[in-house]
């Protein structure tokens, strides 16, 4: 794409962001990994750190290399991928829920 192109779309892309956001994730990349690998942490707040620390890491990727924010250039990918991680709820939340109550289903 032309910087033309981006400023057109309401984005202004430029290295210093792509630097923020590769700092940014490997920075969150040698946290969770500190994090698994040191044991300082008990096992519930290490799977409650690398929950958050995915979270964090998706959101640095979904705005500095996809681009995503709330201008109105972008309203729609966001909804579409708002729609997305509401599909991927139920899909995942309807099969943890089928599998766990399968015993008393079946007894």
């Known amino acids: 794409m032309s910087q033309a192109h981006n400023e057109e779309m309401g984005a202004k ?10 700092i940014l994730a490997l920075l969150l ?13 008990s096992r519930t707040a290490t799977i409650v ?7 964090a890491q998706m959101v640095v990727h979904l705005h500095y290399f996809l681009h995503l924010d709330r201008s109105s250039a972008q309203r729609w990918n966001v909804i579409a991928l708002l729609f997305t991680a509401l599909l991927l709820f139920i899909f995942v939340g309807g099969t943890l829920w089928v599998m766990y109550t399968l015993n008393a289903r079946m007894m």
């Open 13 to 22: 892309i430029t290295t210093k962001a792509y630097v923020v956001g590769f």
């Open 29 to 41: 990349t040698i946290v969770s990994f500190g994090m698994a690998m040191s044991g300082a942490f």
């Open 49 to 55: 750190g690398l929950f958050i620390a995915a979270f």
